[in-house]
């Protein structure tokens, strides 16, 4: 009998009158999920998400399914509201969840698209505990920190466990063990470890091995410190993963272990890897996989072949990474540009096209509040192509505008992406259809040509929270443009916007030589905008946001396209033609031809 079912036992008929409380979602039994909870120690910004999606990644390499969760202690109800140059890019899911950018990292190394299941933080954890308190969910106790908000978050991981069926579910706490935010998420694990029963859970703690200059030696104490506090919370790490500049040694390896009750054998290394593609590698070489099967007894899941076939699949792209040996540079137009996790996923969705066409993809950050008409062109030397990314609010818009009507105007290769898309519309209708005075309402509310402006549904709408047009949305493609030859006649791409192009200005460009190639089935959304092949070698814009999609092995096609066309035009020589996936009309990822 396990714990927690002399737990039920002692509670039943008990009416309400008890210091338990164990919510349980239908079709949940105790014992039959596996989880994996990972927790800082020592400091922050350690790569702990990417820590853990190179260990989830190592299980599903197995064959054994895995459903990873994000635990964030902020009080935000999701990170829409968070400003993306202080705690990094906001990531859009498919269901319209807007969450951490370690969302991103998740989806990108295990290749799935995750759900608002797969993400929580305090806000929509306490927000749920306090609806059920005004509905009378508590019976008339005094509802706790605990039991009833660790239940809700034990609750949350388990309607992930049933939702997915998935073997494993793996858990990241955000922040480290001692802040005051993610202290009930730890205590909630800890429960969750009693009520799971020994092998159900497996804790993994990620700590940090000081390598100081002076002393030029190893030293452990910080990581036993960081370690201990985790276990005066109650919880005994079953793996230790050392974060470190070099290789941890044995002896530093042994002293952790001492001090913590973890065999040496489960004391890892997590030394700093030239690329994160090799990750996994690193932690199957150390055998931090084995040690997890072991603790949770999955050794029947394993699949020996899959492995070998998902590993060669990664390492295969490691070294495509590493071994590209032509470079382009790509200019980034933003604001703040110094701030890179702003723009993880389109670094990362070059770096996949990049890998897919054999070349290294160099960014250039050029910030375009000071940019004009007359020094766009110098600032913009030497690069081969160009990315305006999404925005908000006016700062720049005038310089992304100068960039747009360079590119436009001197065939650099150009992809604009949501407010890009938007500034090239404006750029369009000004430098081209002749409206001189037309803009965004998001910057001008009074201009006179309002070719940008709020999207019908949008307009009664309060509130800044989760009210824009959020999410996957399925899009129509206009057959004959470039855009039929990257998607067929259909694709679905994610959106965050609340502005779109002016549906009673779409006479007037198309007239003039843009083209509209991707429209929602439903209303008239601009999705995809482009010059013909003819007029400009690639200068294309979308409302969407395809770097969200874009995954190491399948590459994102406007990216795969922007970059194509940023070879050509770098190297005289480069003569190979792209053949999009769904003109190969196969589903596998695209590849290229030589002509002649
Ligand atoms: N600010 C623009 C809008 O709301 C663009 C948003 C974006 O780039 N994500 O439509």
Redesign the pocket.
Known sequence: MMDADRIFDAIRDRSGDTEFYLPLPAGYKLGSAKYVVVLGTVMSGLGKGIFSSSLAKCLQDKGLTVAPIKLEGYLNIDSGTLNPFRHGEVFVLDDGTECDMDLGTYERALDLDLTRLNFTTSGQIYRRVLDRERTGGYLGRDVQMIPHVTGEVKNHVRELAVATQADVVFIEIGGTVGDVENAYYIEAMRQLAFEEGQRGVCFVALTYVMEPSILGEQKSKAAQLGVRRLMECGIQPHIIACRAQNPVTRKVREKIALFSNVPPDRVFSMHDCESVYLIPDLLRGAGYDKAVIEWLSLEAAVDEQVEQQARQAWSGYAARLRDATRQITIGIMGKYTAVRDAYASIIKALEHAGVHLGCKVQLRWVDTSEMTDENAAAALQGVDGIIIP???GTRGAEGKIACLKHARTTGLPCLGI??GF?MAVIEFARNVCGMTDANST?IDSECRYQVINVLPEQKKIEGLGGT?RLGGQDIVIKPGTLASRMFGTRTRMRF????EVDPRYLGRFEAAGLVFSGKSPRAEIMNILELPVDVHPYYVGTQAHPELISRPLRPQPLFLGLVHAALRRAYDEYDEVLVYAAEANSTSAPHTEQVG
């Open positions: 999404g925005a908000f949501c407010y938007q998001e824009m965050r916007h609340r502005y």
